[in-house]
């Protein structure tokens, strides 16, 4: 599957944004879905996982109670609601899809991944 992440921008501190990703070439629904992000100078890190269902989802800490993840199997997208932004926020961030059972937050388990998209906070 094909992944292109986009929705980013520069925000103020505290607001909102909302990045999408829009997937093709393969059966959207059979794969686990995440949001990771890397910042400057930092390795990447997991944010947010869903299961192929969406009924379930999973969250790295610091975004836990800010960002929430959706998808949409119809529309062969996965979406990354954030609020409450912080400059510690700032970095890209990219979509990735993983073919197996369960929700994951282990990079290595993912194998498509989006282009990413850059988000900036500023303070």
């Known amino acids: 599957v094909q992944l292109q992440a986009s929705g980013g921008g520069l925000v103020q501190a505290g607001g909102s944004l909302r990045l999408s990703c829009a997937a093709s070439?393969?059966?959207?629904?059979?794969?686990?879905l995440g949001w990771f992000r890397q910042a400057p100078g930092k390795e990447r890190e997991f944010i947010a996982t869903?299961?192929?269902?969406?009924?379930?989802?999973y969250y790295a800490d610091p975004v836990k109670g800010r960002f929430t993840i959706s998808r949409d199997n119809a529309k062969n997208a996965v979406y990354l609601q954030m609020n409450s932004l912080k400059p510690e926020d700032t970095a890209r961030y990219y979509c990735a899809a993983s073919p197996v059972y369960m929700m994951t937050r282990i990079q290595a388990e993912y194998d498509s991944w989006g282009q990413g998209t850059l988000v900036t906070v500023s303070s």
């Open positions: 869903i299961s192929k269902t969406g009924t379930s989802t």
């Open positions: 070439g393969g059966t959207f629904s059979n794969y686990v």
